[in-house]
């Protein structure tokens, strides 16, 4: 019995006792992952369906943030200032930045080039159609920022299979029953990743922290700021590469998680809750490929997972093997 994370879930380090940063994003593995992905011949099958897009011209182009420094320092800087930002308040935009490079001991230089970035993700839609929307719309009352949760585990005694008994633990292949609901942005070979996941069988707790929660014209919306390196071009930033440097980071797992954290939350606060009805979706935003002429085909990844997924991984974490609701 135990508080873990996502983190060690995927790592397989043991059990330990966690610190009070544990749960918290640490997604820059820069040049480790770049290389990964670039080296890699033959990569999973996404889904039923071609994730990518036709390419255009301005594709080729290099990214705005093609000569800014990688690493952790860089992921942190970029989070702690969209965190703080008002997303629309364009004067606060430079005297933050000037802060945070302080912070985090990056050189005053490098102020103008992370000026500029920030303002085209906040400029970048999100979205197409009625749903299109950029962060730059999201006033301060709509956004939750830096969501701590904790997701019990084995916790629905007498509703495993069968109708009696002890909850089950959480395992590698209890996750990876929920994700043989499949949908075009899993990889064929996602699930069976998940079985061999060897972290101990879980009970207790799960515990996370979200980038940003927030909610536009009803619908809510879970978001990860992503600062990794993919390339050095805007097409490295399609659907197709960022599903490859998701499912090589298991951040696909993590988004799963943090979704059915705030399912369930929302199904505390908002009367009438629905998820098909409330629950817009998951956006992780790879801030280095975003910029408001290619919107949200390259840079912005997103799903709405379905809702049979959701209500097999919420009978996962609580230790049923078949249910009914999430």
């Known amino acids: 019995w135990r508080t873990t994370s996502y983190s060690t879930l995927v790592s397989g380090a043991p059990a330990a006792a966690l610190d009070d940063e544990e749960g918290r994003d640490r997604d820059e593995q820069a040049d480790a992952e770049a290389e990964a992905l670039a080296t890699d011949s033959a990569p999973e099958t996404i889904g039923t369906v071609e994730a990518d897009q036709p390419a255009e011209a301005d594709d080729a182009t290099p990214i705005t943030l093609a000569e800014f420094p990688g690493g952790t320092q860089v992921g942190d800087f970029f989070h702690e200032a969209l965190e703080h ?6 004067e606060a935009i430079e005297p933050l930045v000037k802060a945070k490079l302080d912070k985090f001991r990056l050189p005053d230089s490098d102020g103008p080039l992370a000026c500029q970035a920030i303002r085209e993700v906040l400029a970048t839609k999100l979205r197409d159609g009625d749903e299109a929307f950029a962060l730059g719309d999201i006033p301060l009352t709509k956004r939750l920022n830096e969501l701590d949760f904790h997701l019990p585990v084995a916790e629905a005694a007498g509703h495993v299979e069968g109708g009696a008994g002890e909850a089950l633990p ?104 629905q998820y098909d009805k409330h629950f817009g979706g998951v956006l992780y935003l790879y801030l280095r490929g975003m910029h408001p002429s290619t919107g949200p085909r390259l840079g912005v990844f997103f799903e709405k997972p379905p809702y049979e997924r959701m209500a097999a991984l919420s009978d996962a974490f609580d230790g049923r093997r078949k249910g009914a609701e999430a």
């Open 85 to 90: 930002l008002d997303f629309q308040q364009d």
């Open 170 to 273: 959480l395992t590698g292949k209890a996750l990876a029953r929920a994700f043989a609901h499949r949908s075009a942005v899993i990889p064929k070979t996602y699930a069976a990743r998940l079985e061999h996941l060897r972290f101990a069988d879980l009970r207790g707790y799960l515990k996370g922290v979200i980038d940003l929660v927030l909610e536009h014209e009803g619908l809510f919306y879970v978001v990860d700021y992503k600062s990794n390196y993919l390339g050095e071009q805007r097409r490295h930033y399609s659907m197709d590469q960022m599903i490859r440097s998701m499912s090589h980071s298991h951040y696909l797992l993590q988004y799963h998680l943090y979704a059915l954290a705030v399912h369930r939350h929302l199904g505390r606060c908002v009367k009438g809750y």
